[in-house]
């Protein structure tokens, strides 16, 4: 319907609100006494405990200081050896694409890789590729029969991707010289955009491992350098990389990874199936993440023999502890139960102070509520707010031909008529007193108001009670219809509901079984139903 728009019911009314802070205040007591009881099983295991906390705490704290620097250390010295190899390719690429990789000349080339092969000693060797896989430059002197790495992975990501980045790949083994290495490559391109060919520097696993074996840890422990995805590159003790082993779906990854880049975790690890506390940290620069681990033996396994003794003391006297507080709680749930019964009950009596025994529908009270709440919302908002006066015509006629019982009969049925015929939540019908009835209808206009009284006004003449002292032999009504925009005109509940009774007024004199607003006039005439 045109002018109404689906409103909300406003809200409660202050005896309601009182009703349900009292139900709160009993829920908060209810959830303060199990916070009491929890804290002081808490305090009383934090005290009980003490000693072999403070024990652990000494030793896990200690744990974890080594594994962070171990994990700092280590995540340096891999950034530090991935960045030189980065410049330096970063550097060559430049050179290479500038001269053209058909004009490279490669005696000084072979001798300028062979120079910083020398100079940096993770490098295992530096490599230049054509377009096809072939090798072009490198500073091995030693060249395999089958000089081709096209089928190498880092190849077809840099044949299929025009991306200018460094990457680094999973560890493969040297053609040249069989040892494991950890590529480091770089797209070449020709000056028009297209593949040119790929720079490769390799650096040795062997690089890592003698740099880890200097660190003293448990038999247990471990360090590992892995790419972000979770491929392992190098780990102490040293696992091959022809067993596949990767920490993708490992807690760290899964779980800590995502949402902070470096940490402490103790978990177990996915290689070999040991607990140990770690330490994580990716590197800023490169996919790449590394990890330093002790067992949990090392550190747990001395304190866990005095902590089981304690345990079972602390299990015997929280016991009965929470017992007892079990049979607080149970009282206490008892009571609230109680509040809760009285509560409903003192919002029955409430909810029947607002309402009209004969009809069901609100009464005049109820309406005074509502209408201020509605017109300060339709203040707030800007919006327009509508009322209906509607009044039975001949209604005392009819009482006396039909007497009291058949009119209070009559006027249930329209007050069904006239509940039926509002399809929003927020519209609100009462009886206003005697044979007259009021709709409040929160943000609509005027326009919409009508069309919902003449509405009401068709319910009530399908009613078709027998009237014999009424013109037309059936009950009609007859309505009046404001409109006001309190934010506009400045709208107040007596204003509203005495132009609302004017127009009613109006109808009535205009010959009943219509309605009136300030804009129409509207009358339906009356045909009987056919036999």
Not at 320 to 335: E, I, N, P, Y
Request: hydrophobic share 40%.
């Amino acid at each position: 319907m045109r002018g109404r728009k689906p409103v909300r019911p406003s809200s409660a009314d202050p005896g309601r609100e009182s009703l349900s802070l009292n139900s709160d205040n009993s829920a908060a007591v209810f959830r303060l006494t199990l916070s009491f009881m929890l804290l002081m099983v808490v305090s009383f295991l934090a005290v009980e405990g003490w000693r072999s906390w403070r024990d652990y705490r000494h030793a896990y704290a200690s744990a974890q200081d080594s594994v962070r620097n171990l994990a700092q250390a280590t995540a340096q010295h891999a950034e530090d050896a991935v960045r030189q190899v980065d410049v330096l390719t970063a550097e060559l690429r430049e050179r290479v694409e500038g001269d053209g990789l058909g004009n490279i000349d490669v005696p000084r080339i072979r001798a300028l890789l062979d120079q910083q092969t020398r100079i940096m000693p993770q490098l295992q060797g530096l490599f230049i590729y054509a377009a096809n896989g072939d090798w072009v430059v490198t500073n091995q002197y030693i060249t395999p029969e089958t000089a081709n790495n096209a089928d190498r992975e880092y190849f077809t990501f840099h044949r299929t991707h025009p991306g200018r980045e460094v990457r680094i790949g999973t560890v493969v083994r040297s053609r040249s010289s069989r040892e494991l290495v950890i590529p480091i490559s770089r797209r070449l391109d020709n000056p028009d955009g297209s593949f040119a060919g790929v720079l490769l520097g390799t650096i040795k696993v062997s690089y890592f491992l003698d740099y880890y074996g200097d660190f003293k840890i448990d038999d247990k422990g471990a360090l590992v350098l892995a790419m972000r995805s979770g491929e392992v590159l190098v780990r102490r003790p040293f696992v091959s990389p022809a067993t596949d082993r990767s920490l993708a779906q490992s807690e760290i990854f899964t779980r800590y990874l995502p949402f902070s880049n470096e940490g402490v975790a103790e978990v177990k690890a996915v290689i070999d199936s040991t607990y140990r506390l770690y330490a994580y940290r990716a590197l800023t620069s490169y996919p790449l993440v590394v990890e330093a681990g002790l067992s949990r033996e090392s550190f747990v396994g001395p304190w866990r023999h005095d902590l089981f003794k304690t345990g079972m003391v602390l299990l015997v006297l929280i016991a009965g502890l929470s017992g007892f507080g079990v049979l607080v709680l149970t009282q206490l749930r008892a009571r609230i139960e109680l509040e809760e019964q009285i509560r409903i009950a003192h919002q029955t009596v409430h909810d029947m102070a607002l309402t009209d025994s004969l009809t069901g529908l609100g009464n005049r009270r109820k309406l005074d509520i509502a209408l201020a709440q509605e017109l300060e919302r339709a203040r707030r908002q800007d919006t327009p707010l509508a009322l209906i006066m509607l009044d039975v015509d001949y209604f005392k006629r009819f009482n006396d031909r039909y007497g009291h019982p058949a009119g209070d009969e009559c006027l249930r049925h329209v007050a069904s008529a006239i509940r039926q015929a509002l399809k929003r939540p927020a519209d609100l019908a009462v009886r206003y007193g005697g044979e007259e009835f009021t709709v409040l209808l929160p943000d609509t206009d005027v326009r919409g108001a009508g069309q919902l009284a003449e509405a009401i006004l068709q319910a009530i003449r399908a009613l078709d009670i027998e009237h014999a002292d009424h013109p037309l032999g059936r009950v009609t009504a007859s309505a009046g219809v404001a409109c006001g925009t309190p934010a506009r005109d400045g709208t107040t509940p007596a204003g509203l509901i005495k132009s609302a009774d004017a127009f009613l007024y109006a109808a009535k004199n205009g010959g009943r079984n219509r309605w009136c607003s300030e804009t129409a006039s509207h009358v339906r005439d009356y045909v009987a139903p056919s036999a």
